[in-house]
């Protein structure tokens, strides 16, 4: 389906970017996972990561580096211990034009996938800015305890081969693409084409040439040497795995290279963007790169939250079968999935929220909240204002937003495994509690619901810290009070 939709929007856009167990009302323990030191590499998907295992992610979507160095104090008021930016490697810049989206299908009045289409590896842009201003964000977000993530972009380049930089051209020794890699993928079932060919029209990159990698892996280092914490990779599931077919002689070693080469590797955090579908092999992309998102588990919390059926079976499961989920990258939406799969026409605000309080109040997971642009949603995709480097929409420091993720800072300081359950069998409901420190409740119906239910949560009263206030009452292993309608209870002492 989702490469269905890239075929889709190639036509449309003339380019694509970047693009449990079943109990019903059951309650679920799910157990801890053994920490392991924060010196662990690709291929350790329990490993530790400081300031990202156990915190959370904002994705300041198209936001410049002026712009997210000027709101690190809301950022890190509002509980973020990350902030994952767009592409900041040089693009084509024959119409600079500064629009989310134009009306030009070309994009040469504006469109947010030129980042997505490299002309070169070397940090600065005009979307996004130079690489002064991107060392001086690192600087200032240190200062605050806020991670860097740089969304990174290896698998292809710029559709314009005229402006793809001469030195990347020579670094390759004029091998930049696969053999094949400027014909269009036909099989989305073989690896092969997956990994070889273009996807959606953008020539595919020899990710397999020596001379590209060390350039490549340069500019890793001059990102970590700038203040980057860590890297997404785009389009991962398009780049080979070492057991992936491929021509004679040719040696599938880029994840390897890439994540044990480059400054200070143990420290820094790797996940890859493994759109979940055709081809996926999502548990070894976690096996090799480290970490990957789960669109699977992101497009069943949207579905869950808007059919209104939380429960503990439809939350329960990661979807990335036995591979670890510590460190795996959950999401409501991502930006591929608000633009090219139409969330923003079917989640409002209040559902994102909902959505929200259920993946970052769980004990796994490094959940990212996507910042959708100004004003962007069911009315207007691109919001009101449709530019690039400005800041996005305030749903990000809501209060609901907030308290889940103080919530969730407040979780990690102890042993506090989650327990899922749908009080009394409502499946409209759902609390997720952890240990017995704490307990967030989400509402779906369009009504008030009163809480009468067992619970681990210590005896005691608390206030409500999400926007909706009100107490609840713990006595003798039961919980009660009222949560508004689809509205969010966030529960624990300091």
């Not at 314009?160 to 001469?166: G, K, N, T």
Request: charged letters at 20%; glycine letters at 10%; a negative charge.
């Amino acid at each position: 389906m989702i490469e269905q939709m890239r075929q889709k929007l190639k036509q449309i856009l003339a380019v694509v970017a970047s693009i449990a167990l079943v109990v019903s009302g059951a309650s679920v323990w799910l157990l801890n996972h053994l920490e392991t030191s924060s010196t662990d590499t690709a291929g350790n998907g329990d490993g530790v990561y400081e300031g990202l295992t156990d915190g959370l992610i904002l994705h300041a979507f198209c936001w410049s580096f002026d712009t997210i160095r000027e709101h690190l104090p809301d950022i890190a008021a509002a509980g973020y211990t990350a902030v994952q930016t767009s592409p900041i490697n040089a693009v084509n810049d024959t119409h600079p034009a500064m629009k989310l989206m134009g009306s030009s299908g070309d994009g040469s009045d504006g469109a947010w996938w030129w980042h997505y289409q490299p002309t070169d590896w070397k940090i600065g842009n005009y979307q996004l800015g130079t690489r002064e201003e991107f060392q001086t964000m690192c600087t200032e977000a240190e200062r605050y305890g806020i991670k860097i993530i740089v969304d990174v972009v290896p698998n292809h380049t710029t559709t314009a081969l005229d402006q793809v930089s001469a030195d990347l051209i020579q670094a390759a020794s004029g091998q930049l693409y696969h053999p094949t890699g400027l014909s269009d993928i036909s099989d989305y079932g073989s690896r092969y084409d997956c990994t070889r060919k273009m996807m959606g029209g953008l020539p595919d990159v020899d990710t397999e040439n020596t001379g590209f990698q060390d350039y490549f892996i340069a500019y890793l280092n001059d990102c970590i040497a700038c203040g980057a914490d860590g890297f997404r990779y785009d389009t991962a599931k398009h780049i080979g795995l070492p057991d992936d077919p491929t021509d004679e002689g040719v040696n599938n070693n880029f994840w390897n290279r890439v994540t044990t080469e480059i400054t200070d590797a143990g420290r820094i955090f790797n996940y890859g963007e493994v759109l979940q579908g055709a081809n996926e092999r999502v548990e070894d992309y976690i096996a090799t790169i480290g970490s990957t998102c789960t669109s699977y588990y992101g497009e069943a919390i949207r579905n869950a939250v808007m059919d209104r059926s939380v429960t503990v079976s439809n939350v329960m499961d990661y979807k990335v079968g036995s591979a670890p989920t510590k460190n795996l990258v959950t999401w409501v939406e991502s930006h591929d999935n608000y633009i090219n799969d139409g969330t923003w026409s079917q989640l409002d605000d209040n559902q994102v929220k909902l959505a929200w309080a259920i993946i970052a109040a769980r004990q796994d997971g490094i959940p990212l909240f996507f910042d959708r642009p100004y004003g962007g949603g069911p009315s207007n995709m691109w919001g009101t204002v449709n530019q690039i480097g400005v800041a996005g929409s305030d749903l990000y420091k809501s209060e609901d937003v907030v308290a889940v993720n103080y919530f969730r800072k407040a979780m990690a300081q102890g042993s506090n495994s989650e327990y899922l359950r749908n009080p009394n069998g409502d499946t409209n409901v759902l609390m997720i509690e952890r240990g017995n420190a704490g307990v967030v409740i989400v509402n779906t119906k369009d009504s008030d619901y009163y809480v009468d239910s067992d619970t681990n949560l210590a005896d005691g009263t608390y206030e409500n810290r999400a926007a909706d206030g009100g107490t609840f009452t713990v006595r003798d292993g039961h919980i009660t009070g009222t949560i508004p309608q689809r509205g969010i209870a966030v529960l624990y002492q300091d």
